[in-house]
C-alpha cells in the first residue's frame, strides 16, 4: 500500500463574502479510517481519485469508488470509512455562504449525495487549486472562493 497522508487547511474568513471555503485538502487513507458518527456544520464535498469506501447518510448506505463524489450537507448525521483492502484517496472542500445551497440545487447532487461528475480529473484539478490558493489573508479567501465557483460549475 502507498503511503498515507494528509494535507489539510482551515480558512479564517468564513463570513466575509457569499460564497466561503471552511476548510480543504487532500488525503490518503489508512485502511479502515473513519469520520462520525457526526454532523458537519457546513457543506462538504469529497471526490475520491482512487480506492473507495462506505459513506452513510439519511439511513442510507452508498459505497463510492474512484472517479465518484459525495456530499455531505450541514446538519446532517453521516458516517464514512475507507475500505479495509482498498482506502480511498480523496479531495475536498467544505465550504458555507447564503449561495450554497442553491448552487448545490444546480449541480449532480440535485439527484442524491453520491454521483459521478462527467467533468472527472478537472474536478480534482479544481479542488487542487483551491488548496494551492490557500491562506490567511482575505486576497486567498476570495480566490479559494473563485476556484469554488469553478469546481461547483464542472459538478452542474
Not at 465550504?95 to 461528475?117: D, E, K, N
Request: net charge neutral.
Amino acid at each position: 500500500m502507498a503511503d498515507v497522508y494528509k494535507q489539510s487547511f482551515k480558512q479564517n474568513y468564513t463570513n466575509n463574502i457569499e460564497l466561503s471555503i471552511f476548510n480543504c485538502g487532500l488525503e490518503r487513507c489508512a485502511p479502515g479510517q473513519t469520520w462520525g458518527p457526526g454532523i458537519r456544520d457546513h457543506y462538504l464535498i469529497h471526490y475520491i481519485v482512487s480506492g473507495r469506501g462506505t459513506y452513510e447518510t439519511a439511513g442510507r448506505t452508498f459505497v463510492p469508488e474512484a472517479g465518484e463524489a459525495f456530499l455531505v450537507r450541514p446538519g446532517e448525521p453521516v458516517y464514512y470509512q475507507a475500505d479495509e483492502e482498498e482506502p480511498w484517496e480523496y479531495y475536498w472542500v467544505g465550504f458555507s455562504g447564503p449561495s450554497a445551497p442553491l448552487l448545490l440545487s444546480a449541480t449532480v447532487f440535485a439527484a442524491g449525495p453520491v454521483a459521478r461528475p462527467k467533468a472527472g480529473d478537472r474536478l480534482r484539478q479544481a479542488l487542487l487549486e483551491i488548496y494551492k490558493a490557500r491562506g490567511s489573508g482575505y486576497s486567498s479567501a476570495v480566490r479559494m472562493a473563485g476556484y469554488l465557483q469553478a469546481a461547483l460549475g464542472l459538478l452542474m
